[in-house]
């Protein structure tokens, strides 16, 4: 379970940074900068929303299994 979510993290961030990339290339914006601010803002609520989603299954889980 460890293993598959670091995983997904990794890929979670390279696409978060790939996508803040490409919004600031659009921009015409200092690149390297830029992409590593969106990537970090996404990532940082991907987490927070992964975070509540685990505990929301959780005490689902606690709910069903009475």
Known sequence: MKKELQ??????????WFLGYEMAKSANLDEYDFSWFFGTVIV?????AIKNL???IKNLN????R
């Open 44 to 48: 940082g609520s991907f987490m927070f």
């Open 7 to 16: 995983i997904a993290i990794v890929f979670i961030f390279a696409g978060a």
């Open 54 to 56: 685990h505990k929301y």
């Open 62 to 65: 606690v709910d069903t299994h």
